[in-house]
């Protein structure tokens, strides 16, 4: 079955950095556009970042633009976000996720991983 594996969450002071990596099993992952959402307690997931099939293409959340970067390894079936420059309101679970449309909205998105905690401490 489909499996998407998020890691590299983790508690980081504001200002800080981390990568998030999702490895995906079980899928052609070529074929498919990878997300990452976050989502806090009590509120609604939200769109992060999208990265196209081959990798070329990709978008972010405008909150994001220029603090965080998504990128994919089709020969490792992984993704990944590099987040710099963490603030506090960026703590949530953040979740990887596969598409086979080219969307930002949660409902597009046909499989999903567990997710992975990030904390950012003031």
């Known amino acids: 079955q489909v499996q998407l594996i998020e890691s590299g969450g983790g508690l980081v002071q504001a200002g800080g950095s981390l990568r998030l990596s999702c490895a995906a099993s079980g899928l052609s992952f070529s074929t498919y556009t990878m997300g990452w959402f976050r989502q806090v307690s009590g509120k609604e997931r939200e769109f992060v970042a999208r990265v196209s099939r081959s990798g070329v293409n990709f978008s972010h959340e405008d909150s994001v633009k220029g603090r965080f970067t998504i990128s994919r390894d089709n020969a490792k079936n992984t993704v990944y976000l590099q987040m710099n420059s963490l603030k506090p309101e960026e703590t949530a679970v953040y979740y990887c996720?596969?598409?086979?449309?080219?969307?930002?909205?949660?409902?597009?998105?046909?499989?999903w991983g567990q997710g992975t905690q990030v904390t950012v401490s003031s």
């Open positions: 996720a596969a598409t086979r449309e080219w969307s930002v909205l949660a409902g597009a998105f046909d499989h």
